[in-house]
T-cell receptor, first 112, second 117 residues
Framework: GENVEQHPSTLSVQEGDSAVIKCTYS??????FPWYKQELGKRPQLIID?????GEKKDQRIAVTLNKTAKHFSLHITETQPEDSAVYFC???????????FGKGTRLSVIA | NAGVTQTPKFQVLKTGQSMTLQCAQD?????MYWYRQDPGMGLRLIHY???????AKGEVPDGYNVSRLKKQNFLLGLESAAPSQTSVYFC????????????????FGPGTRLLVL
């Protein structure tokens, strides 16, 4: 089955700097790659997703890139702000009725 | 719309006790999921359901049972609680458009914090 590896497990950046979180997946049939943000004590919430027919997707300060050949995808956050501090999870799925497989998460701390 | 709701918010059990965690969604989603979240382990899928009356095992199903008698409800049962089941449990739901296999956002409930002594 699918296996998703996420790095780094913790990341500290200065406010205003960029943050990059990387995930690799094992199943070349995976075609859907969402990213979730979980603030302390809250539920995970989708922040951006990408499908396998797209190489990059942006939403304001957040972008996701996908390299199907290398089987990895990354989350990029520019101009980080303290409210970006949270745990971020990547996930992958082969579609259909197959559930998402999540990475173990990255704890991002933005230092003011 | 309330989205995905879970009850209870917090529960303390003694080893060997049983309980049912309840999940409800009002978005007419066909798929529902139960995850557990432990420090450093991410979100691990326990069981899931792609439609009323159907359930399937996830990554960590042992010690849990589920039922999906109604489309809007997904119940997670612990028959004999163990300290290893101390965790935060999240329910989630999503709509899968079967034609073309496209997938829509998975929405999570607020979580249930379970402590087994």
């Amino acid at each position: 089955g699918e296996n998703v590896e996420q790095h780094p497990s913790t990341l500290s950046v200065q406010e205003g700097d960029s943050a990059v979180i990387k995930c690799t997946y094992s199943d070349s049939a995976s075609n859907y790659f969402p990213w979730y943000k979980q603030e302390l004590g809250k539920r995970p919430q989708l922040i951006i997703d990408i499908r396998s027919n797209v190489g990059e997707k942006k939403d304001q300060r957040i972008a996701v890139t996908l390299n199907k050949t290398a089987k990895h995808f990354s989350l990029h956050i520019t101009e980080t702000q303290p409210e970006d501090s949270a745990v971020y999870f990547c996930a992958a799925s082969t579609g259909g009725n197959t559930p998402l497989v999540f990475g173990k998460g990255t704890r991002l701390s933005v230092i003011a | 719309n309330a989205g995905v709701t879970q009850t209870p918010k917090f529960q303390v059990l003694k080893t060997g006790q049983s309980m049912t965690l309840q999940c409800a969604q009002d978005m007419n989603h066909n798929s529902m999921y139960w995850y557990r979240q432990d420090p450093g382990m991410g979100l691990r899928l326990i069981h899931y359901s792609v439609g009323e009356g159907t359930t399937a095992k996830g990554e960590v199903p042992d010690g849990y049972n589920v039922s999906r008698l109604k489309k809007q409800n997904f119940l997670l049962g612990l028959e004999s609680a163990a300290p290893s089941q101390t965790s935060v449990y999240f329910c989630a739901s999503s709509y899968l458009a079967l034609a073309g296999g496209s997938r829509e956002t998975q929405y999570f409930g607020p979580g249930t914090r379970l402590l087994v002594l």
